[in-house]
């Protein structure tokens, strides 16, 4: 990562690394933050996961059930 602005102020990363500037208590360096929230997968029945930095989505559309993870049932089951 270069050039990072914020606020139109350019940030000198290797003074964040130090400590030596900004708030760092949430600061990951060298690994990455995300979490696999579809590993193992929420969704029932066959559902598809997919997500977000920080959440996950069941797509039920092929399944014949509904709901969040896919666990209500649309038709007769």
């Known amino acids: ?3 990072l ?3 139109e102020q ?3 990363l290797i003074k964040v690394q130090q400590r030596l500037m900004g708030d760092y208590s949430n600061l990951q360096i060298d690994m990455c933050g995300i979490i696999d929230r ?3 997968s929420h969704c029932e029945h066959g559902g598809s ?3 977000s930095w920080s959440t996950f989505r069941c797509n039920c559309s092929s399944t ?4 969040a993870t ?3 049932c649309k038709d007769v089951c």
């Open 5 to 7: 602005t914020v606020k």
């Open 70 to 72: 896919c666990h209500s």
């Open 38 to 40: 579809c590993s193992p």
């Open 1 to 3: 990562m270069r050039l």
């Open 10 to 12: 350019l940030v000198d």
């Open 49 to 51: 996961c997919t997500q």
């Open 64 to 67: 014949g059930y509904s709901g």
